[in-house]
């Protein structure tokens, strides 16, 4: 049954906190282009996306699978390889062979120490938070890795086999992942990298089952919580959403409350990253917080 766009309550206790999905919709309807436009739809109500429009969200994969950080680039980089398969996500675009290819591709650039790292070519190009050699860098883009990867072998197990081996391609290759991962955190919880990658890692550390040190993550964040941008609580709660967290935990009620606090009068939330991002973090808020689908 298709989600219905009305707004979705989620309770705490007596506190009670109201996503405007209407709105929220109406953003992306009014500001986002063919593309957004066409994962709303698919995160909404399952929508076939149209061929054109699967292949301009795949557009400029380098020949070995991954995606350049800038357009015309010839090396490929994980951490946009990764916002490509955001994209592809929403657009119920896993299971396409440009997905499958970037997802192999990730998996062959795993270390072995279970992490990854940038292609060290990158390094006078590459953002900070994604710069080769940079150990604080490394452990987000290897939070973000293991993440996609976890997310192709949660959408394996439920659907069956990704691919022709036995119980999908990448289940080794996460598990690794989440010990290196865990083996990084600090007592209290906290990670030596950036924001986003605790997030990103409690959800890796969920799916593999490593509660306790997923749950002293989810502390931390909450703990951050109150003083997050919109784009980030948006993000934090979609991430978690995706890993199969229900919307129903503290930590889920904790960010839609934030969401709601933060959302705009055009039903928008802003992006860190300008203005032309604000569709973006929206479609990220609604996947976070739109109802579960009617069994």
Same mark, same amino acid.
């Given at each position: 049954?298709?989600?219905?766009?009305?707004?979705?309550?989620?309770?705490?206790?007596?506190?009670?906190?109201?996503?405007?999905?209407?709105?929220?919709?109406?953003?992306?309807?009014?500001?986002?282009? *063919?593309? @957004?436009? =066409? %994962?709303?739809?698919?995160?909404?109500? /399952?929508?076939? !996306?149209? &061929?054109?429009?699967?292949?301009?969200?795949?557009?400029?994969?380098?020949?070995?699978?991954?995606?350049?950080?800038?357009?015309?680039?010839?090396?490929?980089?994980?951490?946009?390889?990764?916002?490509?398969?955001?994209?592809?996500?929403?657009?119920?675009?896993?299971?396409?062979?440009?997905?499958?290819?970037?997802?192999?591709?990730?998996?062959?650039?795993?270390?072995?120490?279970?992490?990854?790292?940038?292609?060290?070519?990158?390094?006078?190009? *590459?953002? @900070?938070? =994604? %710069?080769?050699?940079?150990?604080?860098? /490394?452990?987000? !883009?290897? &939070?973000?890795?293991?993440?996609?990867?976890?997310?192709?072998?949660?959408?394996?197990?439920?659907?069956?086999?990704?691919?022709?081996?036995?119980?999908?391609?990448?289940?080794?290759?996460?598990?690794?992942?989440?010990?290196?991962?865990?083996?990084?955190?600090?007592?209290?919880?906290?990670?030596?990298?950036?924001?986003?990658?605790?997030?990103?890692?409690?959800?890796?550390?969920?799916?593999?089952?490593?509660?306790?040190?997923?749950?002293?993550?989810?502390?931390?964040? =909450?703990?951050?919580?109150?003083?997050?941008?919109?784009?980030? !609580?948006?993000?934090?709660?979609?991430?978690?959403?995706?890993?199969?967290?229900?919307?129903?935990?503290?930590?889920?009620?904790?960010?839609?409350?934030?969401?709601?606090?933060?959302?705009?009068?055009?039903?928008?939330?802003?992006?860190?990253?300008?203005?032309?991002?604000?569709?973006?973090?929206?479609?990220?808020?609604?996947?976070?917080?739109?109802?579960?689908?009617?069994?």
């Amino acid at each position: 049954m298709a989600d219905s766009p009305r707004r979705h309550r989620v309770c705490a206790g007596s506190v009670s906190a109201v996503v405007d999905l209407e709105a929220a919709i109406g953003f992306v309807v009014a500001h986002g282009d *063919a593309v @957004e436009r =066409a %994962r709303l739809s698919w995160l909404r109500n /399952g929508t076939t !996306v149209p &061929a054109e429009l699967l292949e301009t969200a795949e557009v400029g994969q380098s020949p070995d699978g991954g995606w350049p950080a800038t357009w015309g680039g010839e090396v490929a980089s994980i951490d946009a390889t990764c916002f490509r398969l955001v994209e592809l996500d929403d657009l119920g675009a896993l299971g396409r062979p440009a997905a499958r290819r970037a997802l192999d591709w990730l998996a062959s650039r795993q270390q072995a120490d279970g992490g990854w790292e940038e292609d060290a070519s990158l390094a006078d190009s *590459a953002p @900070e938070w =994604a %710069r080769p050699g940079d150990p604080e860098a /490394g452990f987000l !883009v290897s &939070a973000n890795a293991g993440f996609w990867l976890t997310v192709a072998g949660l959408d394996a197990r439920a659907s069956g086999p990704l691919d022709h081996r036995v119980g999908g391609a990448y289940a080794g290759v996460v598990q690794a992942a989440a010990h290196s991962l865990a083996a990084r955190l600090r007592p209290d919880g906290s990670w030596p990298s950036y924001l986003a990658a605790g997030w990103l890692s409690a959800a890796v550390l969920h799916r593999q089952e490593m509660f306790q040190e997923s749950a002293r993550i989810q502390v931390v964040l =909450a703990e951050r919580m109150p003083k997050m941008s919109p784009g980030d !609580v948006a993000w934090l709660a979609a991430t978690l959403r995706r890993a199969g967290v229900d919307p129903q935990d503290w930590i889920m009620v904790r960010a839609l409350r934030r969401l709601t606090e933060t959302q705009r009068s055009d039903g928008g939330w802003e992006s860190d990253d300008g203005h032309q991002f604000d569709v973006h973090a929206t479609l990220a808020a609604i996947r976070a917080a739109r109802p579960k689908p009617s069994s």
